[in-house]
Nanobody, 114 residues
Framework: QVQLVESGGGLVQAGGSLRLSCAASVTFSINVMGWYRQAPGKQRELVAR???????NYADSVKGRFTISRDNAKNTVYLQMNSLKPEDTAVYYC?????????WGKGTLVTVSS
C-alpha cells in the first residue's frame, strides 16, 4: 500500500505560480509518479510524470510552464507551476505506480482567477 498526500493548492491570479507537493508513504519500488488534473465537467488528464530515473513527460498544454521533480530522500514529488492560466483551474491529483498497481491521492484544488 502507498498513501499519497497532496498539498500546495490554492487561489492564484493568472500569471502567478504555485508549487504542489505529493508526499508518499514509501518510494521503494515506485517507478513512475505523476500529476493529473480534472477540471469541472472534464475527464482527468495527465499533466506530468517522472520516472525513478528522473525521465519526465509533460502534457503539451503545460510544457514550458510546469516542471515536475522528485526527491526520493523525502519521498516527495513536486509540481512547479508558473505562468498559470484560468484554464489550469482543476483538482490536481498525485499518482504513483508501484509494482503494477496505481495509487492516487485525494487531490488538491488549484483555482486560477483571470
Amino acid at each position: 500500500q502507498v498513501q499519497l498526500v497532496e498539498s500546495g493548492g490554492g487561489l492564484v491570479q493568472a500569471g502567478g505560480s504555485l508549487r504542489l507537493s505529493c508526499a508518499a508513504s514509501v518510494t521503494f519500488s515506485i517507478n513512475v509518479m505523476g500529476w493529473y488534473r480534472q477540471a469541472p465537467g472534464k475527464q482527468r488528464e495527465l499533466v506530468a510524470r517522472i520516472t525513478s530515473r528522473l525521465s519526465t513527460n509533460y502534457a503539451d498544454s503545460v510544457k514550458g510552464r510546469f516542471t515536475i521533480s522528485r526527491d526520493n530522500a523525502k519521498n516527495t514529488v513536486y509540481l512547479q507551476m508558473n505562468s498559470l492560466k484560468p484554464e489550469d483551474t482543476a483538482v490536481y491529483y498525485c499518482k504513483a505506480n508501484r509494482r503494477g498497481v496505481d495509487y492516487w491521492g485525494k487531490g488538491t484544488l488549484v483555482t486560477v482567477s483571470s
